[in-house]
């Protein structure tokens, strides 16, 4: 099963380019851009949060999926 993710935030700004995307637990995937950090459900697609405050090479550093 795959799903699209769709971004309704501030993504379309000019020069916003993805640097570097993981997946987390309970269905959900971080997605670093340029001009913030997205958070989708991967169920649905859907953006859920875009943490926004800071750009730069820190949001090129994403958690990774650790297991039990």
């Known amino acids: 099963t795959s799903a699209t993710l769709e971004f309704t935030t501030a993504y379309t700004r000019k020069y ?3 640097r ?3 997946l987390l637990r309970g ?7 340029d001009y913030g950090l997205y ?12 943490f926004s405050g800071h750009n ?5 550093r994403l958690p990774g ?3 039990d």
């Open 27 to 33: 269905d959900r995937a971080a997605v670093a851009a």
């Open 20 to 22: 570097g995307f993981t």
């Open 65 to 67: 999926v650790q297991s």
């Open 56 to 60: 730069g090479d820190g949001f090129q």
């Open 16 to 18: 916003n380019q993805i």
């Open 39 to 50: 958070l989708f459900d991967t169920i649905t697609g859907k953006q859920i949060r875009l």
